[in-house]
């Protein structure tokens, strides 16, 4: 059938224009009364006057060239049955363009080309009886159509009616009812029902009826033949149509014109119709799709997620705080502020604690007594900032807890102090540790009373007594004051040492002692007892010792030196010995008196006036020009002839205003501003020899410090 359709849509470009032919008119009343054709279909056409569904619209019927001088015949039915089928769909009829008006008249030769083509023979198609007579198959019953406009037949295609023919609108067989050209569209033979039956057979039944001379004029049979397959093709079309929509658009008003290309209404061409998806497409709407079913899963996700973390941060309660204790000097002290961070979901999610307790500094009532209070964090894995200010707001100390226990006040006063203990990722055991800061702000008094201890509680005349004060904050010397005369106060190994000379005629008794160090003022109480003297009775002055050399018979260059500062301690390592190596005799002791011309009632109460008490030893060495040693070390002050009783003299300061002086030496083996160490050789005795100890301008017994008898130089 689709070579036939081909055949038929080329037929009329390949033709060759015919000659034109003058042709019997056909009568009218055959026209008229020609009865319709014989059908087998058990459905008739439609009697109420309602025609089927519009059809597919057909290239305008070629017609050809009447006889003027004729009367104007009854049109053919078979074109109006074509123009009331519907309109071909796409695949079934090929879009053909109306033929113009002049097109010529297709050859009947060509028509009959299909017949020698071999067709298959449709199945169920019916036995044909009569070549004249064709069984027409069934059709299903399309709706009715309104019936189509009369098309308007071209200029100059058919002459005006003259006045030898009749009108075609006055003739009765001319005026057939669209359900008659209907009727004979309906009982038309399609190709597949006749099989290979000629065209000029299948255009029998079509109703028309021609004279002698139509009936072997080729260009005729050939419109027959061509109006009968495009009715055919149009049945085919409906019943496709009809078996394959419930239901289909109404036509429209009129005959489509025939510049217009066919138009197909039916539901199943617009499926055919719609572009098929390419490979992009398809592939991005795929991606889409996994994306939408994506992102459903991570929405359903974050729900249950969320649902859980939250149970998490509920149940992350202020209970699970760390609880940490820090106590400065014994005194616990209470945080101002904190900021914890406990763990929710691992370390990527933590609820945070923050409170600030307390704006200002926490005051500690009771003062810091210690020069290097202890301070201490419980649990001590945690790292610690400790920063410490003074009343000028100068930082003293920072840096961590464990340096600040080395650390020592220099002064008393008022400080605050601030210490940050931080928990860090870092220092943390597991991520579901704690982590975060707490703080404590305090303010502190150092007030640290330095020790005052009294060394020597008892001491005898002519000994030492020894005063010590533990380290002061102020970095200041403390100061001493009392009957007793002192040369003041010197750095010691733990602090400071005054050391106290008590003269041969100092009060015995009780002495009070008041020291001053760091503000903090101590009164101590010292106990002299009187020491044992001897003393000398001579009838004439030619008797008394010489030289001799009184407290107050010191030359001017021993005085001067006698009241310089000292230096530091010299005889802690060694301490004292005396100054020869061989034994000595000491005509005059520390604290004897000589006296001349008494009587026996006072030398028995050793009562009397004239005497005189030597505040120094005179010592008269076994053998002349014995050799001198050092007894101590020091620096050595002087070292010169002063002429006269004096001699060689040698001063030697050991320290803290103690000094030793020699007198009376034939030669010197140092000299001023030598540092000489215990036992050094000093010089050659002379006949005798002055020795003289001093703290300060205060002379004390030499022998009982050589002697190591003299308890208060034994505290350094």
């Not at 032919?21 to 319709?36: I, L």
């Not at 009749?166 to 209907?182: I, V």
């Not at 030398?603 to 005179?618: A, D, I, P």
């Not at 036992?679 to 002055?690: F, I, K, W």
Request: charged share 25%; proline share 10%.
């Amino acid at each position: 059938m689709e070579e036939d359709k081909k055949s038929t849509a080329v037929q009329p470009e390949e033709a060759p224009k015919p000659k034109p032919r003058r042709h019997k008119a056909a009568s009218p009343q055959s026209a008229a009364g020609m009865p319709p054709a014989p059908t087998d279909s058990a459905e008739p056409p439609a009697a109420d006057g309602q025609s089927t569904k519009k059809p597919a619209a057909s290239p305008k019927k070629p017609r050809a060239k009447k006889n003027t001088k004729t009367t104007k015949t009854a049109k053919p039915k078979t074109p109006k049955a074509a123009k009331a089928t519907k309109k071909a769909p796409a695949d079934e009829t090929p879009e053909r363009k109306a033929p113009a008006q002049e097109s010529p008249v297709p050859a009947a030769p060509e028509l009959a080309e299909p017949k020698s083509e071999s067709k298959p023979e449709p199945p169920e198609t019916p036995a044909r009886e009569d070549t004249a007579a064709p069984t027409v198959p069934d059709v299903p019953s399309t709706p009715e159509l309104p019936e189509p406009a009369e098309r308007a037949e071209p200029a100059g295609t058919e002459p005006e009616p003259t006045a030898d023919a009749p009108a075609a609108d006055d003739t009765p067989a001319a005026e057939a009812p669209p359900e008659a050209a209907a009727a004979d569209t309906a009982v038309t033979d399609t190709p597949e029902q006749t099989g290979d039956v000629p065209a000029e057979d299948a255009a029998e039944p079509s109703g028309l009826v021609f004279s002698d001379d139509l009936a072997n004029d080729k260009a005729l049979a050939a419109e027959a033949a061509r109006m009968a397959n495009i009715s055919r093709t149009a049945q085919l079309s409906i019943a496709q149509i009809m078996a394959g929509l419930e239901e289909d658009p109404a036509p429209s008003a009129g005959p489509a014109p025939a510049s217009e290309a066919p138009q197909h209404d039916s539901a199943a061409d617009d499926e055919d119709d719609e572009p098929q998806d390419t490979i992009p497409q398809a592939l991005g709407r795929g991606v889409f799709g996994m994306f939408k079913w994506l992102l459903l899963v991570v929405l359903f996700v974050l729900i249950i997620a969320g649902g859980g973390v939250a149970w998490l941060y509920r149940s992350a309660t202020p209970d699970m705080l760390p609880e940490v204790k820090v106590t400065f000097d014994g005194q616990e002290l209470a945080p101002t502020a904190y900021k914890w961070h406990v763990p929710v979901v691992g370390s990527f999610f933590r609820r945070t604690y923050a409170e600030t307790l307390n704006s200002s500094p926490v005051v500690l009532e009771d003062a810091i007594s210690d020069a290097s209070p202890d301070i201490i964090v419980t649990p001590s894995d945690y790292s610690t900032q400790l920063t410490i200010t003074d009343a000028d707001k100068e930082t003293v100390y920072e840096g961590s807890v464990t340096g600040f226990r080395s650390y020592l006040f220099a002064e008393n006063g008022t400080f605050d102090a601030k210490l940050v203990v931080t928990a860090s990722d870092s220092a943390a055991e597991d991520s579901s540790s704690v982590t975060g800061t707490e703080t404590w702000q305090f303010r502190f008094t150092v007030s640290i009373k330095p020790s005052v201890t009294l060394c020597t509680p008892t001491v005898q005349q002519g000994s030492v007594a020894a005063v010590r004060v533990g380290s002061t904050m102020s970095r200041t010397e403390p100061t001493l004051t009392g009957p007793l005369e002192s040369t003041g106060f010197v750095r010691a190994a733990n602090g400071w040492i005054c050391y106290l000379p008590i003269p041969w005629n100092a009060e015995t008794g009780n002495t009070e002692l008041t020291v001053t160090a760091d503000g903090y003022t101590e009164t101590l109480t010292l106990s002299v007892r009187a020491a044992s003297y001897s003393y000398k009775d001579y009838s004439a002055k030619s008797q008394l010792m010489s030289p001799y050399i009184g407290a107050d018979d010191a030359p001017d260059a021993v005085r001067r030196l006698l009241t310089t500062d000292g230096g530091e301690i010299q005889w802690a390592v060694g301490g004292f010995v005396q100054p020869f190596l061989d034994s000595f005799d000491t005509p005059l002791l520390y604290g004897m008196t000589e006296y001349v011309g008494r009587s026996y009632s006072e030398r028995s109460t050793n009562y009397g006036y004239g005497g005189r008490t030597s505040t120094n030893v005179v010592i008269k060495p076994k053998k002349s020009k014995d050799s001198m040693i050092v007894p101590a070390s020091g620096h050595v002050l002087l070292a010169e002839d002063l002429g006269g009783s004096y001699g060689y003299t040698v001063v030697i300061d050991h320290g803290a205003g103690l000094r030793s002086i020699f007198y009376g030496l034939t030669a010197l083996d140092i000299e001023a501003g030598d540092d000489v160490k215990q036992g050094q050789l000093l010089g050659t005795s002379g006949r005798t020899v002055v020795a003289e100890l001093r703290i300060g301008t205060v002379p004390i017994n030499p022998l009982l410090v050589w002697r190591g008898q003299c308890d208060g130089l034994k505290y350094y």
